[in-house]
């Protein structure tokens, strides 16, 4: 006997440095025993009119988070935070050197985590910890996942991809799944098309000084879709047509060229700041005039 397909969709952050052209969305498909494959559809219209995608990719691990332990952030390696998730599949330990090269990367909730350390825990519980956190500009979910929230392994050959067109931006994407252990109506998610995939990462990194004349002067640092490995003594790639950023301080709204700004304002005038890419703005750095 064949056993029921489980299907996951989301659209995540790149995880190369390829541009993307169009929103990018990843579904990964695992089964009960015996299951080894099932075809894909998707919809752009609620399930109006469905589309063949093929068949699914290799077999993936997909779970279930089961309990949280709160940590830290994404500056350093969280080593109090954990993840207790249940899934049918063997996990194992990730060094330093494949952490690096990519190994044991996760997507929960929105949140990508790489996770160094697996504990079992009996019946198919696992606990994972030495954790990254909040990785590829998913820094704004930490903290956010709850148990009972879906837990996928990002493993190589097992995701399958689906550009979009841009104007799904704010929509959703339905999928279908018929395989061998599936009831007649097959098996249906869906995936909400946010822009993660192609547009940029909120800047960080603000500053704010108020010079002797009076004027203040803030300055923030770009970050960038692709590039996102250290490398010393060179800038992220640009990875959007042009520089360009949305500053709103209080009511007033201008744009720049370069991540800084001066002028006149109050202390206690809050500031957002968003970077502007090719395919729209991204999330906001968020300031207070005379804080940092």
Do not use: K
């Amino acid at each position: 006997m064949t056993g029921t397909t489980r299907l996951i969709a989301f659209e995540a952050p790149p995880l190369t440095d390829e541009l993307h052209s169009a929103p990018r969305l990843s579904v990964v498909a695992a089964g009960g025993p015996g299951w080894r494959q099932a075809e894909l559809a998707y919809s752009l219209d609620d399930g109006a009119n469905w589309t063949a995608l093929g068949p699914t990719a290799l077999p993936g691990i997909i779970g279930v988070v089961s309990a949280v332990t709160p940590g830290g952030g994404s500056a350093l390696v969280d080593r109090r935070g954990r993840f207790d998730v249940q899934l049918a599949e063997d996990l194992a330990d990730a060094d330093d050197a494949a952490l690096d090269a990519g190994a044991n990367l996760a997507w929960i909730d929105g949140e990508l985590i790489q996770f160094a350390q697996v504990r079992p825990l009996g019946d198919r519980h696992w606990r994972l910890s030495g954790l990254r956190r909040g990785l590829r500009g998913t820094e704004a979910m930490i903290g956010l996942a709850l148990p009972g929230a879906s837990f996928v392994l990002i493993a190589p050959g097992s995701v399958r991809t689906l550009d979009v067109p841009v104007a799904m931006l704010g929509r959703s994407v339905r999928f279908l799944a018929h395989g061998l252990g599936d009831p007649v109506e097959g098996v249906r998610t869906a995936a909400a098309v946010t822009g993660l995939s192609v547009l940029p990462p909120s800047p960080i990194g603000w500053r704010c000084r108020r010079g002797a004349d009076g004027r203040v002067t803030i300055g923030w640092t770009r970050r960038s879709r692709i590039g996102w490995r250290w490398l010393d003594r060179v800038d992220a790639p640009l990875g959007e047509e042009t520089e360009r950023y949305r500053i709103a301080i209080g009511d007033r709204v201008e744009e720049l060229s370069a991540p800084v700004w001066s002028g006149t304002v109050a202390d206690g005038t809050r500031v957002a700041i968003r970077q502007i890419g090719t395919w729209g703005a991204s999330a906001p750095l968020v300031g207070i005039v005379g804080e940092g």
